[in-house]
């Protein structure tokens, strides 16, 4: 007998960033029920969670999924990537820090065959996100982050900004704008304005909390619901009247779909999993913002005031004839040394530390499974530094170079003390490169493993309405849709996704 309390018109798998959005938009109207299928717990009420500025304390801890990169040959093995296990997803754990994508990613989707997705459409979905996007607060402006303003603006000649989503920039240094309340440090995270006004109060709107899905639901090519096993390890077929919408991002959507039997017919075969829809791109389009650091001893502490320890950044266009940055920076009010301190470096007791990153990496990742048991993670190869051209490496090379003369310079340049790593004896392209990319971490950024592309694109696994090609009844909405990798931090960009994802559900079945 079916159980018709596991039945709804959408099953949203995944309650993070865009599942978040698009369970609450959904639920609006009250004829419309849906599920909620979230791995980890409840956000409400918890501090660790909610306080932005508590972000480090989360990484690898019992919210953390903590995925391990493979080795990485030209860059650094040690890498892990965190992906939030709690209710509003990475908007979760994050730092917040919210870029409207330039209209030159968006275009560059489009490019790639998201047709509708480009830079004059999207601009609707910005102004519908509800979370409280604001500059980092007058009070939070730490001291030595003012001077890098200052020291980067007069080093490198670009402009000041205020307020980056303001207008679209090709370059510009000043404080980020974050998703948080300044008055408390509180996140408006995904979850936070989007579920928690409305999760106690809509009947039509049910979230099963600490429950994995592990295995789609599939009659011929129509996508029924999903096998999940809660928290007391019951098993439950939780069903889908109209639609399933996989939310679970970049690492967990595609993995949920290769045990599913939908991916690279050779690669499931070979781990005995049954094939039920051969689609070659699951898993491939790896994508990531790697970046470098270098670290200065300061003379003496800094400052306490901060929203979240890294407010400031810079993006550079090096190629004039670029269509956005193609050099970003964060700065950091600590010293950032887990990664250098495995080369020997020491840490500083007092410091900070400036982080080239790459916005338009070249490098190209794959994920993949190694078991047919859905409790083993997945592998996340993200190649990072192995394109051709080493565009990656140079950059991070180039990086190093611009952090240096903002450092040399006023007033940023009173405060340090001297370099700690690399050291200002490391200064040639080789050895440079060399250090950055053994150091090299992430910002968390996977994406684009079950890309969009047009609906003839064999490698691509969603079409421009976010359909799994060849199957019915499922659309992808999270980081994993990415065609390509924004130019700025992508948070803003899936919450845009799952707007339009609310959009095109609503064209055909609501
Ligand atoms: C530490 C950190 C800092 C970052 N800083 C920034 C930043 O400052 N600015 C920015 O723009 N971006 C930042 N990012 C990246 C950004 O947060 C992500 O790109 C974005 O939140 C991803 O959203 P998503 O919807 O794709 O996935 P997620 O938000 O990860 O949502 C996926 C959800 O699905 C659930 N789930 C997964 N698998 C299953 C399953 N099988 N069954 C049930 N539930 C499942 C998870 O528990 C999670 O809640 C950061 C990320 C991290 C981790």
Not at 322 to 332: C, I, K, Q, S, V
Not at 427 to 453: F, I, N, Q, W
Request: aromatic share 8%.
């Amino acid at each position: 007998m079916p159980d018709h309390t596991h039945d709804f018109d959408y099953v949203v798998i995944g309650g993070g960033t865009a599942g978040s959005v698009i369970a609450s938009r959904l639920t609006e109207n009250p004829d419309v029920t849906v599920a909620v299928i979230e791995g980890g717990p409840s956000d409400v009420g918890r501090d660790d969670v909610l306080t932005l500025r508590r972000w480090m304390g989360l990484l690898g801890g019992e919210l953390d999924y903590d995925y391990p990169t493979t080795e990485q040959p030209r860059g650094n093995s040690h890498i892990r990537h965190s992906r939030a296990r709690v209710l509003g997803g990475c908007s979760s754990h994050n730092t917040l820090i919210s870029f409207k994508p330039l209209p030159s990613d968006w275009d560059e989707w489009e490019e790639a065959g998201a047709k509708g997705w480009g830079a004059v459409p999207m601009e609707a979905y910005y102004a519908r996100l509800l979370n409280n996007i604001v500059p980092v607060d007058e009070n939070d402006r730490n001291a030595i982050a003012r001077d890098f303003v200052d020291a980067a603006q007069a080093a490198t000649g670009v402009p000041r900004v205020e307020g980056f989503n303001a207008e679209p920039f090709t370059e510009g240094v000043g404080f980020f704008d974050l998703a948080y309340h300044p008055e408390d440090n509180k996140r408006s995270s995904a979850s936070v304005a989007y579920l928690h006004p409305v999760m106690e109060e809509r009947p039509n709107l049910r979230i099963y909390l600490e429950t994995w899905a592990h295995r789609l639901e599939l009659d011929g090519t129509r996508a029924e619901g999903v096998h999940v096993r809660t928290k007391d390890g019951e098993e439950l077929l939780i069903r889908a009247r109209q639609e399933v919408v996989l939310c679970a991002g970049a690492v967990d959507s595609p993995r949920l779909l290769l045990h599913s039997g939908i991916g690279p017919r050779q690669d499931l075969e070979a781990l005995g999993i049954p094939v039920v829809h051969d689609l070659p791109g699951v898993g491939e389009n790896l994508l990531d913002h790697p970046e470098s650091v270098i670290v200065w001893e300061t003379h003496g502490p800094i400052p306490e005031n901060s929203a979240m320890d890294s407010d400031a950044g810079l993006f550079v266009r090096r190629d004039p004839g670029g269509a956005g940055p193609d050099l970003m920076f964060h700065f950091y009010q600590i010293p950032f040394t887990d990664n250098p301190e495995r080369l020997g470096y020491e840490r500083p007791q007092y410091g900070v530390s400036m982080t080239p990153n790459i916005p338009k990496p070249r490098s190209r990742g794959r994920l993949y499974l190694t078991s047919a048991d859905p409790s083993v993670k997945p592998a996340l190869d993200f190649r990072y530094f192995t394109d051709e051209e080493d565009y990656d490496a140079r950059t991070l090379v180039d990086g190093i170079r611009i952090a240096r003369e903002i450092a040399r310079t006023e007033p940023l340049a009173g405060w340090l003390k001297r370099e700690v790593c690399p050291g200002p004896e490391i200064s040639g392209d080789a050895e440079l490169s060399e250090y950055a990319r053994k150091v090299a971490h992430t910002v968390y950024h996977p994406a684009g493993t079950c890309r969009m592309g047009a609906a003839d694109d064999e490698l691509a696994v969603v079409d421009p309405e976010l359909r799994i090609r060849g199957l019915d009844g499922i659309r992808i909405a999270d980081a994993s849709v990415f065609p390509t990798m924004t130019a700025v931090n992508p948070m803003i960009g899936v919450l845009m996704v799952g707007e339009k994802a609310v959009d095109l559900i609503g064209g055909e079945s609501r």
